[in-house]
């Protein structure tokens, strides 16, 4: 009888032994070994980006000229004024623009600059004394007798970050407080022109906030515009459909060269580019064009030129050691059977340039050579294209194309054109302030969707390489939004450009793709089959252990009573 008491007891003993091991350090080890591991992210930091609260500063700089100030009046000067303004987009998000401007007289180098007998050369030497910050505006006070604009000229804006306004002789018993009240809605009307808009800015804005609150002009422009991107892969192509007809060259590296890498170069700040050609034979247009004996030519109408893009595009190619966006551009020659080929608008005119071009996809030419030789020619023609006349074509679309738009000046202004850079210095700045506020939002708007994705599914890995990555672009985030309160906006477009390529990498890792997290269901379906056997032993010996104790209890109080 003691033999078999304790033999039970020694199995009561080694029960709880093996409860206690697996309690103690089955289940902690099971644990931390099936933990999924989550490094740190900072969740209150992301959930303020959430709210887009952006303050653009833009520093203006009044320079008033000889004879527009009376010398009393001129004692008062140098002074500055701040204008606010602040729009409610919507709950999320807030815009406040802030411009500092600061009036002073003009030195005597720039009185002399001022003198010169045209305006371009005025801005030329303007801009020789002193360079601009990026983002600012300067704006020449010149007085209404002067020769240096015609005289339905009120303003003219130059090609870099200057313009001259015309004012009529600040004289009399008027105090300076007068002056500058009458110069501000002029100034305001220049810097408007010079720098963003209200609503350029809802248009960088227009993937975040309702598409009712931008204008049809600003929305059409943007999405013409390609979006937003580190990098991209610009490529010209040349479609000859009949190599036997004619026999093309052209000098495309040349002509790069002479007229896009100028432009390219200014953009840097922006993007990096990278340029490639090719020529493609036996290239066919979607569309067959039709013959109008009214012209004796064929035509393309507006209706038909969507058709044209797709069978042209499946040869083009793409780059693929490269995930930058492609803008094509394309110069389609007609073969003699079909020359010449003209392009008509919806009216069924005859588009002046014979180009169309296609919104985010890129622009197409048509090119007729058929006035270059005579019907005794023979078979292939050696036809040399002109460069100068294709690449102002290609150079328009390629603005557009990058969200450079065409501004429409008020009455009585004048933009000087952008000479050889294809970008004038303000243009520039335009078209920084917008990506500055596109990169912007959409870097928060891609952090906070990963912060919320990886909230609600708690057993996906987040490795350090992520978390790094999304401290990364917070960081560079609050940056950019700092610099743009400041006003440094060559500051706050790399901070963007560093936070879009941040939140981008840790939104696209691969690791967050990887079959390494599973359903809760699963897990039981895994877990189950593997703990079940070994538990219910365990836990059948502690309810007996447990019964046992219970029974010995009520024995003994039955004793007692």
């Given at each position: 009888?003691?033999?078999?008491?304790?033999?039970?007891?020694?199995?009561?003993?080694?029960?709880?032994?093996?409860?206690?091991?697996?309690?103690?350090?089955?289940?902690?080890?099971?644990?931390?070994?099936?933990?999924?591991?989550?490094?740190?992210?900072?969740?209150?930091?992301?959930?303020?980006?959430?709210?887009?609260?952006?303050?653009?500063?833009?520093?203006?700089?009044?320079?008033?000229?000889?004879?527009?100030?009376?010398?009393?009046?001129?004692?008062?000067?140098?002074?500055?004024?701040?204008?606010?303004?602040?729009?409610?987009?919507?709950?999320?998000?807030?815009?406040?623009?802030?411009?500092?401007?600061?009036?002073?007289?003009?030195?005597?180098?720039?009185?002399?600059?001022?003198?010169?007998?045209?305006?371009?050369?005025?801005?030329?030497?303007?801009?020789?004394?002193?360079?601009?910050?990026?983002?600012?505006?300067?704006?020449?006070?010149?007085?209404?007798?002067?020769?240096?604009?015609?005289?339905?000229?009120?303003?003219?804006?130059?090609?870099?970050?200057?313009?001259?306004?015309?004012?009529?002789?600040?004289?009399?018993?008027?105090?300076?407080?007068?002056?500058?009240?009458?110069?501000?809605?002029?100034?305001?009307?220049?810097?408007?022109?010079?720098?963003?808009?209200?609503?350029?800015?809802?248009?960088?804005?227009?993937?975040?906030?309702?598409?009712?609150?931008?204008?049809?002009?600003?929305?059409?422009?943007?999405?013409?515009?390609?979006?937003?991107?580190?990098?991209?892969?610009?490529?010209?192509?040349?479609?000859?459909?009949?190599?036997?007809?004619?026999?093309?060259?052209?000098?495309?590296?040349?002509?790069?060269?002479?007229?896009?890498?100028?432009?390219?170069?200014?953009?840097?700040?922006?993007?990096?580019?990278?340029?490639?050609?090719?020529?493609?034979?036996?290239?066919?247009?979607?569309?067959?064009?039709?013959?109008?004996?009214?012209?004796?030519?064929?035509?393309?109408?507006?209706?038909?030129?969507?058709?044209?893009?797709?069978?042209?595009?499946?040869?083009?190619?793409?780059?693929?050691?490269?995930?930058?966006?492609?803008?094509?551009?394309?110069?389609?020659?007609?073969?003699?059977?079909?020359?010449?080929?003209?392009?008509?608008?919806?009216?069924?005119?005859?588009?002046?340039?014979?180009?169309?071009?296609?919104?985010?996809?890129?622009?197409i030419m048509v090119y007729n050579v058929n006035d270059m030789y005579g019907p005794e020619a023979e078979f292939p023609v050696d036809?040399?294209?002109?460069?100068?006349?294709?690449?102002?074509?290609?150079?328009?679309?390629?603005?557009?194309?990058?969200?450079?738009?065409?501004?429409?000046?008020?009455?009585?202004?004048?933009?000087?054109?952008?000479?050889?850079?294809?970008?004038?210095?303000?243009?520039?700045?335009?078209?920084?302030?917008?990506?500055?506020?596109?990169?912007?939002?959409?870097?928060?708007?891609?952090?906070?969707?990963?912060?919320?994705?990886?909230?609600?599914?708690?057993?996906?890995?987040?490795?350090?390489?992520?978390?790094?990555?999304?401290?990364?672009?917070?960081t560079s985030l609050q940056a950019a939004v700092a610099e743009l309160e400041a006003g440094n906006l060559a500051f706050a477009l790399?901070?963007?450009?560093?936070?879009?390529?941040?939140?981008?990498?840790?939104?696209?890792?691969?690791?967050?793709?990887?079959?390494?997290?599973?359903?809760?269901?699963q897990k039981f379906a895994i877990y189950i089959p593997l703990f079940l056997p070994m538990c219910v032993p365990i836990v059948l010996?502690?309810?007996?252990?447990?019964?046992?104790?219970?029974?010995?209890?009520?024995?003994?109080?039955?004793?007692?009573?």
């Open positions: 009888m003691a033999a078999i008491e304790t033999e039970k007891q020694r199995g009561r003993y080694a029960s709880l032994a093996i409860a206690a091991v697996v309690i103690v350090l089955g289940i902690p080890l099971w644990w931390k070994t099936t933990e999924t591991y989550r490094a740190w992210l900072p969740f209150s930091q992301i959930n303020e980006l959430d709210s887009l609260q952006l303050q653009l500063s833009v520093e203006v700089e009044v320079v008033l000229s000889r004879g527009t100030l009376s010398p009393e009046q001129q004692k008062k000067v140098p002074l500055s004024q701040t204008r606010e303004q602040e729009h409610q987009i919507d709950a999320k998000t807030v815009l406040r623009y802030r411009y500092e401007t600061k009036y002073r007289t003009a030195t005597i180098m720039e009185e002399d600059a001022l003198n010169q007998p045209s305006a371009q050369e005025a801005d030329l030497s303007l801009h020789m004394l002193s360079e601009s910050a990026c983002g600012s505006v300067v704006v020449y006070i010149i007085p209404e007798t002067s020769t240096l604009l015609p005289a339905d000229v009120k303003v003219y804006v130059g090609q870099r970050r200057t313009a001259l306004l015309r004012a009529a002789l600040f004289e009399g018993t008027a105090g300076l407080k007068e002056v500058l009240s009458t110069l501000e809605p002029q100034v305001k009307q220049v810097v408007d022109t010079m720098s963003f808009s209200h609503q350029d800015i809802l248009a960088a804005l227009s993937d975040r906030i309702r598409v009712g609150q931008v204008s049809k002009e600003s929305l059409a422009d943007n999405m013409r515009a390609i979006k937003s991107s580190p990098g991209y892969e610009i490529t010209f192509s040349l479609l000859n459909p009949d190599p036997k007809s004619h026999s093309l060259h052209w000098d495309i590296e040349g002509a790069v060269n002479s007229y896009i890498q100028p432009l390219l170069d200014k953009l840097n700040p922006i993007a990096n580019f990278s340029v490639d050609s090719q020529i493609l034979y036996y290239a066919m247009l979607g569309v067959n064009p039709r013959f109008d004996n009214s012209v004796s030519a064929y035509t393309l109408n507006a209706d038909s030129l969507a058709h044209v893009i797709n069978p042209v595009e499946a040869r083009l190619g793409s780059n693929a050691a490269s995930s930058n966006p492609v803008l094509n551009f394309l110069l389609y020659v007609p073969d003699a059977q079909h020359s010449p080929l003209f392009i008509r608008d919806h009216s069924k005119r005859e588009i002046p340039s014979n180009a169309f071009h296609s919104p985010r996809w890129g622009g036809i040399n294209i002109s460069m100068s006349k294709v690449m102002g074509v290609f150079l328009a679309q390629l603005r557009l194309m990058l969200g450079v738009q065409k501004t429409q000046p008020p009455p009585g202004f004048v933009l000087q054109s952008a000479g050889s850079e294809g970008l004038a210095d303000w243009e520039l700045d335009r078209l920084m302030w917008s990506r500055s506020v596109e990169n912007i939002a959409t870097a928060s708007t891609t952090i906070t969707s990963l912060a919320q994705l990886l909230d609600q599914i708690s057993n996906i890995v987040i490795n350090d390489n992520i978390a790094q990555q999304v401290s990364s672009a917070v790399q901070y963007s450009r560093e936070a879009i390529l941040a939140s981008e990498r840790a939104f696209f890792d691969p690791s967050l793709l990887h079959l390494l997290y599973f359903p809760d269901d010996s502690l309810l007996k252990i447990a019964n046992e104790i219970r029974q010995r209890r009520a024995d003994k109080l039955a004793k007692k009573d």
